[in-house]
C-alpha cells in the first residue's frame, strides 16, 4: 500500500495524472524485461542474466531505470557496478511506492541509514 493512501502516477504531456504500478513477476515461460547499463556492462552482470534465464535487455542510462520498472515496463534491473545513495534514493521511493522491491544481492532491502556511506552495494530492483 502507498505511504500517502494513493497510488503514485506520473504526469503525462497533456498534464493527464496517470496511476503507475510495477508488471508483477512474468509467467513461466515469459522472457523477464531487463534494464540495465548502458555505459557499465560487466562480467558479473552477464553471468547474473545467465542465472536469470530467457530474458530481453533494454540498456538505457541514469537512474530512469528504475522508474521504467515503476511504471511496469520492464521486470528487473541489477546494478552490479558502482552508484551512490544520491543517485537511486529518489527513485527507490517510487518503486516502492508501485509495489516494487530494491534489494541487496544477498535479498535485504536497500537501505541508506549509514550517512557515512557513499556507495550502493550490488541491487537489483524487481517488479514484483
Not at 13 to 18: E, F, H, P, S, V
Not at 65 to 74: Q, T, V, W
Not at 100 to 122: F, H
Amino acid at each position: 500500500m502507498p505511504i500517502y493512501g494513493r497510488l503514485p502516477f506520473k504526469v503525462e504531456a497533456d498534464g493527464r495524472r496517470k496511476a503507475i504500478s510495477v508488471a508483477g513477476k512474468p509467467n513461466a515461460g515469459v522472457a523477464w524485461r531487463v534494464v540495465g547499463s548502458r555505459s557499465h556492462p560487466s562480467p558479473d552482470l552477464a553471468a547474473w542474466l545467465e542465472q536469470l534465464g530467457e530474458h530481453t535487455m533494454l540498456p538505457m542510462g541514469s537512474s530512469l531505470k528504475l522508474c521504467i520498472i515503476a511504471e511496469g515496463f520492464a521486470d528487473a534491473y541489477p546494478r552490479l557496478g558502482p552508484t551512490c545513495l544520491w543517485d537511486t534514493g529518489a527513485a527507490h521511493a517510487v518503486v516502492l511506492e508501485a509495489g516494487g522491491r530494491v534489494e541487496t544481492l544477498e535479498g535485504t532491502a536497500l537501505s541508506y541509514a549509514n550517512p557515512s556511506e557513499k556507495l550502493n552495494p550490488y541491487f537489483v530492483v524487481w517488479g514484483h
